[in-house]
């Protein structure tokens, strides 16, 4: 089965320090990858994706992930967290399910920036 | 393009009511999600749509949860009769054809059955 992991409900990092909210996927075949942040009371946000070609993939906002086809991870990254990235993190796998293009999430990781 | 477009935001109803959340998808875009999320199950994929014919819903909780897409720019998903339970925040999405192409989500509708 197609599914993608999240292994850390919460994450907290002092501002101004590199953050990283991880992410590994189970998938056949080659797989495109997303980051999406969701605000309080509002829906998610697409970050960055990850399609073919260089691992790093820089996205919105300062975040960037890095693609690790043999350890089948897709952590999300930023040198220096700020305050204003406390936000709800999820990752997603796209894959191909019947014919259709099926987009599975993970739960999901919290990230708390502390002042 | 105003983005995908969910009403009503907030719907507060009584148990056995019929409850429906209306989504207009991206104009142009060819696939359409409804999401639900709650603290206790994350975020479910409830049901969706490619070229307004129903692929998947096999995340429809029960029988009482019922979706439409009657054309392109327009989705229903109907919640006969309600309970507490389905309390939760609603989100549709929509995305274009090709099939490396991000999600577009709506604001939500936040349900609260009472």
């Known amino acids: 089965a197609q599914s993608v992991a999240q292994p850390e409900d919460q994450v907290n990092v002092a501002e101004g320090n590199p953050l990283t909210v991880k992410c590994t996927y189970s998938?056949?075949?080659?797989?495109?990858l997303f980051w999406y942040v969701q605000y309080p009371n509002r829906g998610l946000q697409f970050l960055l994706k990850?399609?073919?070609?260089?691992?790093l993939v820089k996205g919105s906002y300062g975040f960037e992930a890095e693609f690790n086809k043999s350890q089948t991870s897709f952590h999300l990254k930023k040198p220096s967290a700020l305050v204003s990235d406390s936000a709800l993190y999820f990752c997603a796998v796209s894959h191909r399910s019947g014919g259709y293009q099926k987009v599975t999430f993970g739960t999901g990781t919290k990230l708390q920036v502390i002042p | 393009d105003a983005g995908v477009i969910q009403s009503p935001r907030h719907e507060v109803t009584e148990m056995g009511q019929e409850v429906t959340l209306r989504c207009k998808p991206i104009?142009?875009?060819?696939?359409l999600f409804w999401y639900r999320q709650t603290m206790m199950r994350g975020l479910e994929l409830l049901i969706y749509?490619?070229?307004?014919?129903?692929?998947?819903d096999s995340g429809m909780p029960e029988d009482r949860f019922s979706a439409k897409m009657p054309n392109a720019s327009f989705s229903t998903l109907k919640i006969q009769p309600s309970e507490p339970r389905d309390s939760a925040v609603y989100f549709c999405a929509s995305r274009p054809q090709r099939e490396n192409t991000e999600a577009f989500f709506g604001q939500g509708t936040r349900l609260t059955v009472v």
């Open positions: 104009s142009g875009h060819d696939y």
């Open positions: 998938v056949s075949g080659n797989p495109y």
């Open positions: 990850y399609i073919t070609g260089d691992n």
């Open positions: 749509f490619n070229n307004n014919v129903p692929i998947d």
